[in-house]
């Protein structure tokens, strides 16, 4: 069952001789429950990908439709309420909010839609990531691992749609990677949950089920 499509997306910045095309009439679908590494050079268009297949950014044309949906169709409110209930974000520096717990952090996109964490999801994710004695420590009193760990919770916690993992484990030495990726893994399998991971780590990206490489912003392997 196919969970997201992505239809002739460009992206492209400045105009005329300034004129930058970062992502190249790129197509390409992904099925539930794959885990898909798409990997490439710095300024090879991966991350410009991640980022207009999470809405965090609009193309210049191009659709992406995730899980039926045309997420450009929508305006910027409605955009904002989907991504927080059905992508869940992982970043290489965590994007944790210093104020809060590791607990209030991995609960912030149900505590912004006001709705009721379910205590056993929440107890197993918890459990998952090995973060039962770190709930009520902030982020600057954890690990690189831990708070990727935090991140990844966060982003499993409302079961959404798709997962996008941007260099999860760049930020991380290569026995706390190495932990990220098992994490990573095992919540593919276990939860059926669709990954899509950039990386520019291709002994990282094996672990996946499908490898899309990416250069001058177009897709050259799959």
């Known amino acids: 069952m196919e969970i997201l499509k992505v239809e002739n997306l460009t992206k492209t910045y400045g105009k005329g001789l300034n ?7 790129v197509s390409f679908t992904v099925n539930k429950g794959e885990f898909v590494a798409i990997i490439g050079a710095s300024g090879s268009g991966k991350s410009t990908l991640m980022h207009l297949i999470g809405g965090v950014d609009k193309p210049t044309s191009g659709k992406v439709y995730i899980d039926g949906v045309d997420i450009y169709n929508m305006n910027s409110d409605a955009l904002c309420i989907f991504r927080r209930r059905q992508i869940g974000l992982i970043y290489q520096f965590y994007n944790l909010i210093p104020i809060l ?3 209030e952090n991995i609960t912030l996109p149900s ?7 379910s205590k056993e999801k929440l107890e197993e994710i918890i459990n998952l990531l090995g973060l039962e004695k ?23 916690l409302n079961e959404p749609a798709l997962v996008l993992a941007d260099e999860p484990t760049g930020n991380l030495d290569s026995k706390a990677s190495l932990e990220i990726m098992e994490i990573l893994k095992t919540s593919n399998k276990k939860y059926k949950q669709t990954i899509i991971m950039i990386t520019h780590n291709l002994e990282l990206a094996k672990d996946a089920d499908r490898i899309i490489k990416i250069a001058d912003g177009k897709i050259i392997e799959e």
């Open 101 to 103: 717990n590791v607990l």
């Open 134 to 156: 770190r709930l009520k420590h902030l982020p600057n009193e954890l690990s690189g691992g831990e708070q990727q760990r935090t991140a990844i919770a966060r982003a499993l």
């Open 19 to 25: 004129k930058v095309v970062a992502l190249d009439n």
């Open 111 to 117: 505590s912004l839609d006001n709705k009721e964490v």
